[in-house]
T-cell receptor
Framework: EDQVTQSPEALRLQEGESSSLNCSYT??????LFWYRQDPGKGPEFLFT???AGEEKEKERLKATLTKKESFLHITAPKPEDSATYLC?????????????FGKGTKLTVNP | GAVVSQHPSRVICKSGTSVKIECRSL??????MFWYRQFPKQSLMLMAT?????????EQGVEKDKFLINHASLTLSTLTVTSAHPEDSSFYIC????????????FGPGTRLTVT
């Protein structure tokens, strides 16, 4: 069964305190790994797609990396506005198409 | 670009009634849209894949007669929750890939359904 596990479930940081979020996966055939940001009561906002081990993507204070078994979302010098739940998802084959399987997310709180 | 909207954002209905949720792609055409359900502190769970002009594909365990999906145009998919019960209360979110064949999905803002 395809599974995505995110850790930690919740993370509290002080403004400027860098850290990393983890997403580990066991899937039958990885077609892509995705990071999303979700604010309370809102739909997920697309951040990154990673396709192969060793790939890295950056956007402002965020950098996503991918290995064969896991992905990390590194947050450098976070600000309070980075507070959100960060979701990891993998695209896996289903019949003749694909579907996303999501982890439960990491709730990040950045205190000023 | 790649904006997906949903309507309504919140709905409260009585047990036994039906509720329709709309999902629209505003600046692109979507031959495929996806419907998810999210319970508090849980993952987004795929309910069904909506295909324009054909029947939706439902995930295992999702009752297709209860969750009716219609994808009548390239910019609109609807999810109707029929004979709603309190256990159907959840956050329903739709998504679509902005370009046919891409794997990225862009999500709508979600609809909070409360069944009393």
């Amino acid at each position: 069964e395809d599974q995505v596990t995110q850790s930690p479930e919740a993370l509290r940081l002080q403004e400027g305190e860098s850290s990393s979020l983890n997403c580990s996966y066991t899937v039958s055939g990885l077609r892509g790994l995705f990071w999303y940001r979700q604010d309370p009561g809102k739909g997920p906002e697309f951040l990154f797609t990673l396709y192969s081990a060793g790939e890295e993507k950056e956007k402002e204070r965020l950098k996503a990396t991918l290995t064969k078994k896991e992905s990390f979302l590194h947050i450098t010098a976070p600000k309070p506005e980075d507070s959100a739940t960060y979701l990891c998802a993998v695209s896996v084959p289903q019949g003749g198409s694909e579907k996303l399987v999501f982890g439960k997310g990491t709730k990040l709180t950045v205190n000023p | 670009g790649a904006v997906v909207s949903q309507h309504p954002s919140r709905v409260i209905c009585k047990s036994g009634t039906s509720v329709k949720i709309e999902c629209r792609s505003l600046d692109f055409q979507a031959t495929t849209m996806f419907w998810y359900r999210q319970f508090p502190k849980q993952s987004l769970m795929l309910m069904a894949t909506s295909n324009e002009g054909s029947k939706a594909t439902y995930e295992q365990g999702v009752e297709k007669d209860k969750f009716l999906i219609n994808h009548a145009s390239l910019t609109l998919s609807t999810l109707t929750v029929t004979s709603a019960h309190p256990e159907d209360s959840s956050f329903y979110i739709c998504s679509a890939p902005p370009t046919s064949g891409t794997r990225e999905q862009y999500f709508g803002p979600g609809t909070r359904l409360t069944v009393t």
